[in-house]
């Protein structure tokens, strides 16, 4: 009655314990597995509870190597269905940009969660870990070269001038502004516009602006390129075009773009001295050029960091190492258990119950099983039965024995002799059970 009791409290306690759990995990998905360099994708992140919570979600920052992240960390609350339970849920995302090809994995990050258990209104807070999740970079396509290669979804360019293109003159300056909108990319992936020189007047970069013009959806970036000219020459003469090219993830395909042509008519000028002055102004403006120290980024191997992949790959030969080890020692245990098992009583049992029914192979195995047999007995079998006053036995053998020695036909008594033998062997096991041998065939039929 007290164990029946006993047994009550310890199922309502662990009901208990289980109602009171905290019942809260976590969904990740990216949409796409396979990307280009530059090609955004997406990763969502749900964090799911089967009560409420009771206060803003709490994560680390997401790093992955060789790759700009942009994160919306704004949660969208709402409600999802699972093998028909419903969780609240907090979803935020990131958009990736990766920039070097190779094969990569999104390292876990820790969230914390502050929601109730189930059956309990006293939140808890709880540390959970979205999964690891592994993406591929593909190379650039043969027909691009990494210098003009560009992903976007859209892109507008536009050119504004900064004075009007009528009435120009030798010495004059004109200072033409392109700018490029690009949806869906970073303005850090927007390439810079090259800038031919001229026969006919000197060129003077100006340093590019880049502007960050996300939304609450998706990456965009602006680039807004300057270059001043100095017209030295007098005649007709046409600006170079200015050209985007880009690759468009959705569909797959190649995309380009021009500014107009732009032709225009120098004049003379008989004040020559003003080209020089001008000269000198322009000069003076252009950027300084500074060498900067790019540092490079620790050496990766299948996009893990080379010291995290040796420390893996030690704990993996280590872990090899002790499995090698244990299956050597159960090798040699099973080596030594079958030794052991090819030397018992069973064995030699199991192999006189198979013998067939020639009488030399028969009465030879019925030897060498009686030799390992583990109870004391005499070296002769028949003599074992007389002094155990088993005369039946003993009889039966010698009526066995003569059958097989004086009649070659009377082969068909293998049968019954296996039979009794099988009795008699029981008959002596249970005198001291304690002796009898442990080591059992797994063909061995029992006798009954």
């Not at 500014?259 to 322009?282: E, F, R, W, Y």
Request: proline share 5%; charged share 20%.
């Amino acid at each position: 009655m007290v164990k029946k009791h006993l047994l009550l409290v310890l199922l309502l306690y662990a009901a208990l314990i289980a109602r009171a759990q905290v019942k809260c995990f976590v969904q990740t998905q990216m949409d796409r597995s396979t990307v280009y360099a530059q090609q955004p994708f997406k990763i969502t992140i749900s964090v799911l509870t089967a009560t409420w919570y009771t206060a803003p979600l709490e994560f680390d920052n997401l790093q992955i190597p060789n790759a700009f992240i942009m994160p919306f960390d704004k949660t969208v609350p709402g409600i999802f269905t699972i093998n028909g339970q419903n969780y609240a849920g907090l979803t935020f995302y990131y958009i990736v940009f990766p920039y070097k090809e190779g094969h990569y994995t999104l390292p876990p990050i820790n969230i914390v969660a502050t929601t109730p258990p189930v059956g309990d209104s006293k939140a808890q807070r709880i540390n959970v870990k979205m999964q690891a999740l592994s993406y591929i970079v593909k190379p650039v396509p043969k027909n691009f070269s990494s210098d003009n290669w560009f992903v976007a979804k859209d892109v507008s360019i536009e050119q504004r001038w900064s004075r009007s293109l009528s009435r120009l003159k030798v010495g004059d300056v004109v200072t033409r502004t392109i700018t490029i909108n690009a949806r869906g990319t970073l303005p850090q992936f927007i390439p810079e516009l090259k800038t031919d020189s001229l026969s006919w007047g000197s060129v003077y970069p100006q340093p590019s602006t880049l502007t960050d013009t996300r939304d609450e959806y998706d990456a965009n970036g602006q680039r807004i390129q300057s270059v001043t000219y100095l017209l030295e020459k007098e005649g007709n003469f046409t600006f170079p075009q200015a050209t985007i090219e880009w690759f468009n993830p959705i569909n797959s395909r190649v995309y380009k773009r021009n500014t107009p042509v732009v032709k225009i008519h120098v004049a003379t000028n008989p004040n020559l001295g003003i080209l020089k002055t001008a000269k000198d102004s322009l000069k003076a403006t252009l950027p300084v050029k500074t060498t900067i120290n790019v540092k490079k980024g620790p050496y990766l191997i299948y996009g893990i960091l080379w010291y995290y992949f040796a420390l893996y790959s030690l704990a993996a030969l280590c872990v090899l190492y002790f499995v090698v080890r244990m299956l050597i020692k159960f090798g040699k245990w099973l080596s030594n258990q079958y030794k052991v098992y090819l030397t018992s009583e069973r064995y030699w049992f199991g192999k006189f119950n198979r013998s067939s029914a020639e009488h030399s192979t028969l009465l030879r195995n019925l030897y060498k099983w009686w030799d390992h047999f583990p109870v004391k007995h005499t070296a002769s079998i028949q003599e074992n039965a007389r002094e155990g006053n088993a005369a039946d036995i003993d009889e039966e053998l010698a009526a066995y024995y003569k059958q097989q020695y004086a009649d070659e036909s009377a082969n068909n008594k293998s049968a019954e002799f296996k039979r009794n033998i099988r009795k008699y062997r029981a008959a002596l096991m249970s005198i001291d059970p304690s002796k009898a041998d442990k080591h059992i065939s797994t063909s061995q039929t029992e006798w009954e």
